[in-house]
C-alpha cells in the first residue's frame, strides 16, 4: 500500500513539474526552427534544457540547505530564499532581487502580447470574418499633417479586440482568484494538472490535424522531403543563432525558480526534475517541429479548410498562459 502511494506521489510531482515547464515564449518558437533550421534550434532546446535542469537541482538544494528545510516541511518559495538572512548580505543576491520583478513583468507583458495575437485570430477568422482588417478598435498618437489634422492609421498606440477581451478576461479571472485564494504559497491540485496536460495534448493534437494532408500521408509512408525547406533555415546566421539562444533561455529561466515552491506543495525534495524537464523539452520540440513544419509548407496549405491550430492554441492560452499571467503578478 505505502509502496502504490510513493508511486502515485512520484507520478502526481512527475506531471506537476513537467506542466510548469510549459511557458507561452515557446508558442513562437517554431519560428526558430524555420530561421536557423532545424540541427541548430534542436541543439539550442538541448542545451538549455540540460542548463534548466542543473540550474533548478542548485536551485532546490540551496533552499534546503539556507532556510535549514531539508525535506520542506515548511512552505517555500523563490522569494523566501532571497530574503533569507545568511544571503541577504550578498550583491548578487541583492541585484538579483531587484531584476526579479522585472523579469515577472517581463514575462508577463510577452504572454499578454501572445495573448492577444491569438485573440485577434480568433475574433477576425470565426466571430467578425473580416480578415482582421477592423481588428483595432482605437488609437492614440496619430501623425498630424500640415493643417494640424490626424492622419489615418498612423497611431502609435493601438488597441485591438484581442487586447480588450484579453485585458476583460484576465480581470475577471483575478477577481475571481482573489476571492477564493487564501493562501498565497502553492497547492497541489491533481485535477488542474490534469487539464493541463490535456491543453498540452490538445494543442499537439490541432497542430497535427492542421498538417495538410498531402503532406501528413508523404511522411507516413517514410518521404520526409517536406522537411528540407526547414532544415537548412533561412538564414542561419550567428547573429540570429545568439538571439534565439537568449528568447529561448529567458522563456526557460523561468522554470527553476519555481522549483522550490513545487518542492514545498509536494513536500519533498527527490523531485523527479530531470525526467520531467527532458520530457517537456521533447513535447515542446515536438510542437516546434509539426509548427514549423507547416510554417515551412505554408504553400500547399488548403485557406478555406479549417484552422484546428488556432483552435489548440486559444485553449492552451485560456487554461495554461492566462493564469499564469494573474500569478506571477502576485510577486510583483
Not at 542548463?51 to 542548485?58: E, G, K, S
Not at 510554417?295 to 488556432?310: E, H, L, P, R, V
Request: charged content about 15%.
Amino acid at each position: 500500500m505505502t509502496g502504490r502511494k510513493n508511486k502515485t506521489s512520484w507520478l502526481l510531482a512527475f506531471f506537476d513539474i513537467y506542466v510548469e515547464t510549459f511557458n507561452p515564449l515557446f508558442l513562437i518558437l517554431p519560428i526558430m526552427f524555420v530561421h536557423i533550421g532545424l540541427l541548430q534550434a534542436s541543439m539550442i532546446m538541448l542545451s538549455l534544457c540540460i542548463m534548466q535542469v542543473i540550474v533548478a537541482r542548485l536551485n532546490l538544494e540551496c533552499t534546503r540547505l539556507q532556510r535549514e528545510n531539508i525535506n520542506f516541511a515548511r512552505n517555500e518559495d523563490f522569494e523566501t530564499l532571497i530574503s533569507a538572512p545568511r544571503v541577504q548580505g550578498s550583491w548578487l543576491v541583492n541585484y538579483f532581487s531587484k531584476l526579479y520583478p522585472a523579469m515577472l513583468v517581463l514575462s508577463s507583458a510577452v504572454a499578454i502580447v501572445i495573448c492577444c495575437l491569438i485573440a485577434d485570430d480568433l475574433a477576425s477568422s470565426y466571430v467578425f470574418k473580416d480578415e482582421g482588417s477592423s481588428k483595432f478598435l482605437f488609437g492614440l498618437l496619430p501623425a498630424l499633417n500640415e493643417k494640424r489634422r490626424p492622419v489615418a492609421n498612423t497611431e502609435l498606440i493601438k488597441m485591438s479586440r484581442g487586447f480588450v477581451f484579453v485585458m476583460i478576461l484576465a480581470f475577471v479571472i483575478g477577481i475571481v482568484a482573489c476571492l477564493f485564494e487564501t493562501n498565497q504559497f502553492r497547492k497541489v491540485s491533481g485535477p488542474l494538472t490534469s487539464i493541463k496536460i490535456v491543453a498540452i495534448l490538445a494543442l499537439l493534437t490541432s497542430v497535427i490535424l492542421s498538417i495538410p494532408q498531402g503532406i501528413f500521408h508523404n511522411i507516413l509512408d517514410g518521404d520526409f522531403k517536406a522537411f528540407s525547406a526547414m532544415s537548412a533555415g533561412t538564414d542561419a546566421s550567428i547573429t540570429n543563432c545568439v538571439f534565439y539562444i537568449g528568447v529561448v533561455a529567458f522563456g526557460e529561466g523561468l522554470f527553476p525558480l519555481k522549483v522550490p515552491a513545487i518542492a514545498s506543495s509536494h513536500r519533498r525534495s527527490d523531485l523527479p526534475l530531470a525526467a520531467a524537464s527532458v520530457a517537456g523539452a521533447a513535447t515542446r520540440w515536438l510542437f516546434c517541429i509539426l509548427a514549423g513544419l507547416i510554417m515551412s509548407n505554408g504553400d500547399k496549405i488548403d485557406k478555406t479548410a479549417f484552422n484546428y491550430a488556432i483552435i489548440g492554441v486559444a485553449f492552451y492560452i485560456f487554461v495554461m498562459v492566462l493564469p499564469d499571467i494573474i500569478d506571477g503578478q502576485i510577486y510583483v
